[in-house]
C-alpha cells in the first residue's frame, strides 16, 4: 500500500475548525483516500472517504489536492468528544481481490482543549 | 444504526490456555476482519474473510490462530495456546462491499495473558 505522512500530534480549542493534513505523494490513481479515527479505549470508526473531489458528511469534510498528493480532513467545529487519533489510509479497492485490508499507521494524535 | 458486536469486551486467561472471542457482525456485510492493538501500538491486520473462507492472512496470524463463521451470524477468532505476547486489544470488524463502503469496527476485546 502506498505510504502516508502525517503530523504526530495536534491540538485545537473547543468549537474552532481544525485541519488534519495527510501528505501521500506515492498515490496511484486508483487508491481512495480514507480517515478514520480511534477514541480513547475504543475501536477504530469510520469518518470519511474520497477519490478525487471533495467530500462532505455529518462528521466532517475532506479536502482532496488537485494533484492527490495530500488531503485535509477537516472537523468545522472541534468538540471535546473529537480528541481522538486519527489516521489517513490509502486503499486501492482494485487490488489485492476481495481482501481490501486496511493498513494503519501512527496517526496523528488530536487533543481538544475546552 | 448498527453495531458490530463482541463479547466478552474482557477476558484473562493463563499461557497456554485456549481462548476464543466472539463477534457479530452487521447482518448485510459480506467481508469480516480482526485486528490487533497492542498496548501503545498501531492496529495491525490479523485476518480477512469473505464468502466462508480466509482470503488474507499477516505473518501474526499463524497456526496458533483460526477463524470461522460457524453460523452466519458469529465470526469467531480462536486462539488455540496463548502465549504472553498474545496480550492485547483484539478489533472485529466488517464492510458491506468494497469500493463505497468503510469498516465498522466493534469496541474490541481486552486479551490479557497471565
Known amino acids: 500500500d502506498a505510504k502516508t505522512t502525517q503530523p504526530n500530534s495536534m491540538e485545537s480549542n473547543e468549537e474552532e475548525p481544525v485541519h488534519l493534513p495527510c501528505n501521500h505523494s506515492?498515490?496511484?490513481?486508483?487508491?481512495?483516500i480514507h480517515w478514520y479515527r480511534q477514541l480513547p479505549s475504543q475501536g477504530p470508526e469510520y469518518v470519511i472517504h474520497g477519490l478525487t473531489s471533495n467530500v462532505n458528511n455529518r462528521m466532517a469534510s475532506l479536502a482532496i489536492a488537485e494533484d492527490r498528493k495530500s488531503s485535509t480532513l477537516i472537523l468545522h467545529r472541534a468538540t471535546l468528544r473529537d480528541a481522538a487519533v486519527y489516521y489517513c489510509?490509502?486503499?486501492?479497492?482494485?487490488?489485492?481481490?476481495?481482501?481490501?485490508?486496511?493498513?494503519f499507521g501512527k496517526g496523528t494524535l488530536l487533543t481538544v482543549n475546552p | 444504526e448498527p453495531e458490530v458486536t463482541q463479547t466478552p469486551s474482557h477476558q484473562v486467561t493463563q499461557m497456554g490456555q485456549e481462548v476464543i472471542l466472539r463477534c457479530v457482525p452487521i447482518s448485510n456485510h459480506l467481508y469480516f476482519y480482526w485486528y490487533r492493538q497492542i498496548l501503545g501500538q498501531k492496529v495491525e491486520f490479523l485476518v480477512s474473510f469473505y464468502n466462508n473462507e480466509i482470503s488474507e492472512k499477516s505473518e501474526i496470524f499463524d497456526d496458533q490462530f483460526s477463524v470461522e463463521r460457524p453460523d452466519g451470524s458469529n465470526f469467531t477468532l480462536k486462539i488455540r495456546s496463548t502465549k504472553l505476547e498474545d496480550s492485547a486489544m483484539y478489533f472485529c470488524a466488517s464492510c458491506r462491499e468494497q469500493k463505497n463502503y468503510g469498516y465498522t469496527f466493534g469496541s474490541g476485546t481486552r486479551l490479557t495473558v497471565v
Open positions: 506515492t498515490i496511484s490513481g486508483t487508491d481512495y
Open positions: 489510509i490509502l486503499r486501492d479497492p482494485n487490488s489485492g481481490g476481495s481482501n481490501y485490508k486496511l493498513t
